[in-house]
């Protein structure tokens, strides 16, 4: 019934379009591999009462639709559940042993670890713990963006290590590409964009700010987030006047930013979940060919190399970042290398093609 080779189930409660989402689709396609799609909800929900409580008609959903798959007499590879979902592993779990396949959960992000930095409340926080540590040991494989990732993960919920997936996080190139015909602003620019949460270290930047704020550079922070407002009341209470915040922008704006935007920030905390990652934020903006600044820590330095493909500092650091923007302010055939390795670094790693034979390999080639 088809010409690919291989046949997955997407299963899940997502955006069709949302990144993650998204790349692991066009990751499949690119692995020669059709993607049928089991989505209970159009609507990505996060936790909470209103998804507990829909949960028995996502049941009936997910029953339908697994029946409309079985029936068309495919082989299927993989069963792949999306992230925030621990509710519906042994579910999908029993779909994965009917189908004889393998179970793969997307633990891109723990939703354990990402309640605790939201207003949850701590009960909930508590049984999503519980219950992570109960069920992320049944899938067969679990998609992470790092080793450093794996290391923790592992620890965190006693999972051996080679049941996980290094797949690093991509970008979605619809939006995230080079536009080299947009020229840079007249003022230095550094960008931020992303969701406002207290791993990203949002305030080592504000802290750059400060020290630069005699100096002819604008910050620019993208996006909302739940640390959003005490940001921005400390900029004010700093009277910052080289920082702006734009809010949440639309996609044609934010690449606007992006491309028109000397340097691009990624983060800066001190969080064993921060030095784990790359971020979506730092792939975007190499996906861009932009130059970016961020943290130094084993995840970046596994790809990347300072002063080549990207420039890091230390944690926590604001002192050694406002001189980090200097640095690059002040050279711009330092920030074109960089434009140009991290851009390397993405097309080498990152896109698609590299998604598509990461998944292509691990997954179904064992």
């Known amino acids: 019934m088809t010409s690919s080779n291989r046949n997955v189930v997407l299963l899940g409660d997502y955006d069709y379009d949302y990144p993650r989402e998204k790349l692991l689709r066009r990751g499949f396609e690119q692995a020669d591999t059709t993607v049928h799609e089991c989505r209970f909800s159009e609507t990505s929900r996060f936790i909470g009462i209103k998804k507990l409580l829909l949960l028995p008609l996502f049941w009936f959903r997910i029953v339908r639709r697994m029946g409309e798959i079985r029936d068309e007499n495919v082989d299927i590879d993989a069963l792949v559940l999306t992230k925030f979902n621990p509710l519906l592993i042994p579910l999908a779990a029993y779909y994965a042993r009917r189908l004889d396949c393998p179970l793969v959960y997307d633990l891109f992000v723990s939703l354990y670890r990402t ?19 109960l069920v992320l040991k049944i899938p067969d494989h679990h998609l992470v963006g790092t080793d450093q990732f794996i290391d923790l993960y592992s620890d965190m919920y006693g999972i051996p290590k080679e049941r996980f997936v290094r797949l690093p996080p ?45 100096e002819p550079y604008e910050f620019v922070f993208l996006g909302s987030g739940p640390e959003q407002e005490r940001y921005r009341e400390m900029a004010e209470e700093l009277a910052l006047s080289n920082v702006r915040f734009e809010g949440f922008v639309p996609r044609e704006d934010q690449q606007e930013w992006i491309a028109s935007s000397h340097v691009a920030l990624g983060v800066f905390a001190d969080d064993p979940r921060s030095l784990a990652s790359i971020t979506n934020k730092v792939s975007e903006a190499v996906a861009s060919k932009k130059a970016v600044i961020t943290e130094e820590s084993p995840a970046i330095s596994d790809w990347f190399e300072h002063g080549k493909s990207i420039y890091t500092v230390p944690p926590k650091d ?42 292509g390999d691990r997954l179904f080639d064992d």
């Not at 020229?183 to 930047?205: A, S």
């Not at 711009?332 to 896109?351: K, M, N, S, T």
């Open 115 to 133: 309640a605790e930095m939201r207003d949850i409340h701590p009960v909930i926080v508590r049984s999503v713990a519980v219950l992570e540590r």
């Open 170 to 214: 991509g970008a979605d190139e619809d939006w995230f590409y080079p536009r080299e015909e947009i020229g840079k602003r007249e003022t230095f620019t550094v960008l931020y964009w992303g969701n406002f949460l207290p791993h990203h270290g949002v305030g080592t930047i504000i802290g750059a700010a400060a020290e630069l704020r005699d």
């Open 318 to 359: 604001p002192v050694a970042l406002a001189d980090a923007i200097e640095t690059l302010a002040a050279d711009p055939d330092l920030v074109a290398r960089l434009e140009d390795g991290g851009y390397e670094v993405y097309r080498d790693h990152f896109d698609v093609e590299a998604i598509g034979a990461i998944l």
